[in-house]
């Protein structure tokens, strides 16, 4: 396990401070709490006393039904290894770019392709001081289509946070058959269990190792995750949602 000392301190800004103001006041006065994961659940203990029996833990749900068979026409004729997330401190991905930048040192067919938001300046020269211009491609707000084209053509999803309340892109990459190398922190390992390579966030040139020696087998984690996302599934979240509702409306 990381150990999350190493975090550097990010402070909020004044709009995310107003925010964050908001959504505490509100927790305050709500009976009945639906959290995502595990971890969120622990995150809003620390905020606020409510008993066990008043919160429930349901993940969210997806519909991975309708992306099978699903391949899209290539818009990267490449091979690549892909990010999905905006850029915000806890993505981590000053430490993601160093990652690639070490993989690629000893594998320079792969490109790193980052699908989101625009990237702050610090990534931007970042990718320029260690050279890595011509070899990470930028795909700014992808549509659906385009997101599942990039996710299907994938060699692996790069996924280094350091902290997520659900950690959507791995059960996304998952559903499209495409490999997850993250973080073994929460609630990331309990979204992926044992169906995701496990790298170090904070230590780029371990990390590459490990995507170096895992990604020759990556067959076998891709099986291990068409499993995985069934416990996400949307008719399964539903009725867990609704059970917990009727639960409140009869109590």
Not at 55 to 60: G, Q, S
Not at 112 to 122: D, E, F, Q, R
């Amino acid at each position: 396990m990381v150990n999350y000392s190493k975090k550097k301190n990010n402070k909020l800004n004044f709009f995310g401070k107003i925010y964050q103001n908001l959504i505490l006041h509100y927790l305050i006065k709500f009976e009945n709490i639906i959290c995502v994961s595990k971890n969120t659940f622990k995150d809003l203990s620390r905020f606020r006393k409510i008993k066990n029996e008043n919160i429930k833990v349901i993940y969210n749900s997806f519909n991975y039904r309708d992306l099978k068979n699903n391949r899209k026409k290539k818009m990267i004729n490449s091979k690549y290894f892909l990010h999905v997330g905006a850029d915000i401190f806890y993505k981590n991905k000053l430490n993601l770019i160093r990652i690639y930048s070490e993989f690629f040192k000893k594998n320079k067919k792969y490109k790193l392709v980052l699908a989101g938001g625009l990237n702050s300046k610090k990534v931007l020269n970042l990718i320029k001081k260690l050279k890595l211009d011509d070899n990470v491609i930028e795909i700014h707000n992808p549509n659906f289509n385009e997101l599942k084209s990039i996710y299907l053509n994938a060699e692996a999803l790069i996924f280094p946070s350091i902290y997520e309340g659900f950690g959507r892109p791995i059960i996304e990459a998952q559903a499209l058959g495409c490999p997850v190398f993250t973080s073994n922190l929460p609630p990331i390992n309990e979204i992926g269990l044992d169906t995701v390579y496990y790298i170090d966030p904070f230590d780029p040139k371990k990390s590459a190792r490990i995507i170096n020696n895992k990604i020759k087998n990556k067959k076998k984690i891709i099986l291990k995750a068409y499993k995985n996302i069934k416990r996400f599934d949307e008719k399964l979240i539903s009725i867990q949602l609704l059970n917990y509702y009727r639960k409140i409306y009869k109590s």
